[in-house]
């Protein structure tokens, strides 16, 4: 019960995916919310009021003149009821009117009238999704602390196959709950992972070339840092092996910093020992420069050749210890997501593997957001676009679930 007590205020916009929305009312009710649903005139056309209000168990709003509701709950009293306003689906004309301060229905003129944080659910054809004025408005809406789960990719209701599906409701509420968890909760938080030692590495290595240059990668260590910090806030006690990157240290959490991926691993491999789970997070250059030149290489020719050795895998030198402390590795890919983190799960025998498509713009490598595919040996488990924090948080709480499982089992 993630939302005990919560007022969750449900704005449905006028999408096919809205048909999806008294399930997704009912799961936020299992989850101890309170919920009050307002549809715009085109969601009618989708879902019934009379199926939300079945399900919520409060009138459904429609109309901003309602005499009716006014005299009972009014637009200005809604939109302060709410402790979270969740806009389930988004469409591209709604998203476009929340950009630019529309607020000619009751469900726009609720979204300017709130304080509270607003989570928005888009769903629109994958074309839609794609235009230029769709994404501006969104990075709009994106710069103002709106908070958005999803669009998933996949097939469409119109046969397109891309982005623009909305995420399923259990993906929906699974992030609403990270968010309130992040944000809005006073009470402290659960602490599954207390007593437990938790070593995570971050970041990405650097390879020197020469005494002035290296060779390295995008990454930035938000993923390793967020999921430091959750680790932390659930009760861990944390390492946290650091490339070369540009932030905080967590409070609580101590911190190494390293340079090369042999450092790091030199560092992993004196923690491990006492370790109960790795997360493998760093993104660690596969291959060094064979031979480091001790002097700066001078410019010569039209073509330079430098040739290069594999770098130790640190996360598969730890799974393949004797002892191995639980395995949570990552895997960054751009196409067959799945397939290829499931063969890398195998083929490093880990315990879990949390999979990222990496050719998504504005996701990833370098970016405040992502989404998540973790898997383990029997299951997949799909987590939306979000923050990192909140991402990090649902991870470990799924992390935690199996990692208790497999002491049960053992
Ligand atoms: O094989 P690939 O580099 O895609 O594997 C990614 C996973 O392995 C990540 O968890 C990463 O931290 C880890 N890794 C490692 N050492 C390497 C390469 C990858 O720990 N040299």
Known sequence: MQLEQKNVLVGVSGGIAAYKTPDL????????????????????????????????????STHLLDEDAEAGMGHIELARWADIFLIAPATANIMAKLAHGLADDLLTTLYLATPAPVLIAPAMNQQMWAAPATTANFELLLSRGVTTIGPAAG????????????????????????????YLNEAPRETILKGKRIL??????????????YISNHSSGK??????????????????????????????????????????????????????IFIACAAVADYKVA?????????????????????PDILKTVASRSNPPFTLGFA??????????????????????????VSIPGLGFNSDRNALMIITKNTTHRLAPETKDALALSLLKIMHEEYTHLQEVR
Do not use: W
């Open 200 to 213: 995570i590495t971050a970041g990405p290595t650097r390879e020197a070339i020469d005494p002035v240059r």
């Open 332 to 357: 960054a890919e751009t196409e067959n997501v799945e397939e290829y983190a499931r063969i890398k799960l195998n083929k490093k025998r880990l315990n879990m593997i949390a999979a990222n498509d």
């Open 155 to 182: 097939e469409q209701a119109c046969g397109d196959m891309g982005y623009g599906r909305m995420a399923e409701p259990a993906e929906i509420v699974e992030a609403l709950c990270a968010h309130c968890e992040m």
């Open 25 to 60: 009312v009912r799961k936020l009710k299992a989850q101890g919310a309170n919920v009050r649903v307002v549809l715009t005139e085109s969601a009618t056309h989708f879902v019934s009021s009379l199926s939300l209000q079945a399900v919520s168990g409060e009138k459904v």
């Open 223 to 276: 993923m390793g840092f967020a999921l430091a910090e959750q680790a932390k806030n659930l009760g861990a006690e944390v390492i946290l092996v650091a490339g070369p990157v540009s932030l905080e240290t967590p409070v609580g959490v101590t911190r190494y910093d390293v340079i090369s991926a042999q450092q790091m691993l030199d560092t992993v491999e004196q923690h491990v020992d006492q370790a109960d």
């Open 291 to 311: 031979r480091e030149n001790a002097q700066k290489l001078k410019k010569s020719g039209d073509e330079l050749t430098i040739a290069f050795t594999q770098n």
